[in-house]
C-alpha cells in the first residue's frame, strides 16, 4: 500500500498562489493516475484534478479548470497542484489519492477510482 503525504497548504488571500506537494512512499506510483481532491466544511469531497501515470494527460474540474495545475515528477515520487488566482471557495482540505484504476476510470472523479489517500492539508482563501 503506498503512502501520501501532502504539504504546502496554508493561508493566502484571494488572488494569491499556493503549491500543493505530495510525496508518494511504497506501493506503486510511477504507473499509476493520481489525483486531488478537496472538501470543504459542511459539503462532500469533490475532485480537482487528475494526471495519467505519464503526465501525458491531465483532466480538470470545470471549477478550477485555467487556474490550477496538476504535475507530476515520477523520479521524485511528487506530484503537485499549482494553484494561481485563489478564491475564497477554494478554501478546503485538500487530498491526493492514487490509482490503480484505467485512465478513463480515473477521470470520472469518483472516489471508488481511488484507493489511497494522503491525510489532507488545508488551504484557507481570505477576501
Known amino acids: 500500500q503506498v503512502q501520501l503525504v501532502e504539504s504546502g497548504g496554508g493561508l493566502v488571500q484571494a488572488g494569491g498562489s499556493l503549491r500543493l506537494s505530495c510525496a508518494a512512499s511504497g506501493g506503486t506510483f510511477g504507473t499509476s493516475p493520481m489525483g486531488w481532491f478537496r472538501q470543504a466544511p459542511g459539503k462532500e469531497r469533490e475532485f480537482v484534478a487528475a494526471?495519467?501515470?505519464?503526465?501525458?494527460?491531465?483532466s480538470y474540474a470545470d471549477s478550477v479548470k485555467g487556474r490550477f495545475t496538476i504535475s507530476r515528477d515520477n523520479a521524485k515520487n511528487t506530484v503537485y497542484l499549482q494553484m494561481n488566482s485563489l478564491k475564497p471557495e477554494d478554501t478546503a482540505v485538500y487530498y491526493c489519492?492514487?490509482?490503480?484504476?484505467?485512465?478513463?476510470?480515473?477521470?470520472?472523479?469518483?472516489?471508488?477510482?481511488?484507493?489511497?489517500w494522503g491525510q489532507g492539508t488545508q488551504v484557507t482563501v481570505s477576501s
Open positions: 494526471i495519467s501515470w505519464g503526465a501525458g494527460s491531465t
Open positions: 489519492a492514487r490509482s490503480q484504476k484505467t485512465w478513463a476510470y480515473a477521470t470520472r472523479g469518483t472516489y471508488s477510482a481511488y484507493d489511497s
